[in-house]
């Protein structure tokens, strides 16, 4: 067993040469896991489901709610295959045990339903691919592709069956086009994107108030039109021109910044282990 936790044939769920470890690095991606959570708050029983089972007008549990996300993320992206396992036991035995209520017509429905998992799947897929490609990371249409088909694994950790996932960038464009009827901006969603202008923070780090509002218009300028829409703004294309531009500049700006500092401790020895099976004899 290496010192780092990875024995020398575990990667993790992707590993070196996967388009995942190569996109999931920028910087830039922070833009794609705010948009997906604004994505996936337009399904309803996501959102219900998500709202009735956390108390996020608290600022400590929203951020400590926000604080587990990103961990799973990051675990699922880098982490050795055991530890990947055992989140995603947890978080499937967690979801089990929970049911949110549609307001509308009184239905109990289970957190864990297919659908929902899928959605909220897929609202990440689709906001990492799209932040990723209108930023200018280097990616060819069979590395769109084949991101799409890696991130299957990343469904199988919560539960869902590979095989009914989309694998392609085309398959999720038809899934998309497929659940749009069923999807609108519920009060709880767009009363979590007011709460992105003014996030309920702990004391430590009330300074990120200061710039709370130009990330939330980034954010939100970064979803497609018709669920921009479905917010009750503007899905102007020349909003989609402008947000294209502001992302190509960080996304260029942070290049500026020397690798050591650019880069999580992950993401380091991601690109050093990609490093390494290009040049086995380095």
């Not at 575990?10 to 794609?32: C, K, N, Q, Y």
């Not at 239905?107 to 899928?118: C, K, R, T, Y």
Request: glycine fraction near 8%; charge should be positive.
């Amino acid at each position: 067993m290496a010192a780092d936790g990875f024995t020398k044939a575990d990667h993790g769920m992707f590993g070196p040469g996967s388009v995942t470890w190569r996109v999931m690095a920028e910087p830039v991606l922070i833009v794609g896991g705010f948009r997906a959570l604004l994505l996936q708050a337009l399904h309803p029983h996501s959102m219900w489901g998500t709202a009735q089972n956390s108390d996020l007008m608290d600022k400590d549990a929203a951020w400590a709610r926000l604080g587990r996300t990103v961990e799973f993320v990051r675990v699922r992206t880098w982490a050795p295959t055991d530890e990947v396992e055992r989140v995603g036991r947890r978080i499937r035995n967690l979801h089990s045990r929970l049911s949110g209520v549609d307001p509308r017509t009184g239905e109990v429905f289970p957190v864990d339903d297919p659908e929902n998992l899928l959605w909220v799947h897929m609202g990440e897929v689709d906001s990492y691919l799209d932040v990723a490609q209108r930023a200018g990371v280097p990616l060819t249409r069979a590395d769109r592709d084949r991101f799409v088909d890696e991130q299957r694994r990343s469904a199988a950790v919560v539960g869902l069956n590979p095989a009914d996932v989309p694998a392609s960038v085309a398959e999720m464009a038809d899934y998309y086009a497929a659940m749009r009827p069923k999807l609108f901006a519920c009060e709880e969603a767009k009363d979590g994107m007011r709460r992105l202008f003014n996030p309920p923070v702990p004391p430590p780090f009330l300074p990120l108030k200061l710039a709370a509002p130009g990330i939330a218009t980034l954010v939100i300028s970064t979803l497609p039109r018709w669920a921009r829409r479905m917010y009750g703004l503007p899905g102007l294309p020349t909003t989609d021109l402008a947000t294209t531009l502001t992302l190509k500049g960080l996304y260029r700006t942070t290049r500026l910044v020397p690798p050591g500092l650019r880069y999580s401790p992950d993401a380091k020895r991601a690109y050093a282990l990609t490093r390494d099976s290009l040049n086995p004899a380095a």
